[in-house]
Nanobody, 119 residues
């Protein structure tokens, strides 16, 4: 069984920072793409940021310049540095990893970590 485990969420005031971490239960597993999604109350899941195994990145417009996704060192670990947080960033943040094993694609999700930004 493979499970992604997020940590680093919490309560922070607007303008503050948090660093989210995502690790896999199996260090041998590698993902072609890892990403952070979030789901705010009464809103659908949203892609926040993604990073490929070549370290190409994508960010949704509202977080550009504030969030940084990274995969330093181990390929089964991904971080999301969130600076200058805003109340609209409040959501449950989920880690996602996608890869290929032969002709088959595999995808795994973490359980989520709550980020709450107060005014």
């Amino acid at each position: 069984q493979v499970r992604l485990e997020e940590s680093g969420g919490g309560l922070v005031q607007a303008g503050g920072s948090l660093r989210l971490s995502c690790v896999t239960s199996n260090s041998r597993l590698s993902f072609d793409t890892m990403a952070w999604y979030r789901q705010a109350p009464e809103r659908p899941r949203e892609l926040v940021a993604s990073i490929t195994n070549g370290h190409g990145t994508y960010y949704t417009d509202p977080v550009k310049g504030r969030f940084t996704i990274s995969r330093p060192g181990a390929r089964n670990t991904v971080y999301l540095q969130m600076n200058n947080l805003k109340p609209d960033d409040t959501a449950v943040y989920y880690c996602n990893g996608k890869g290929m094993w032969g002709p088959n694609q595999y995808e795994h999700w973490g359980q989520g970590t709550q980020v709450t930004v107060s005014s």
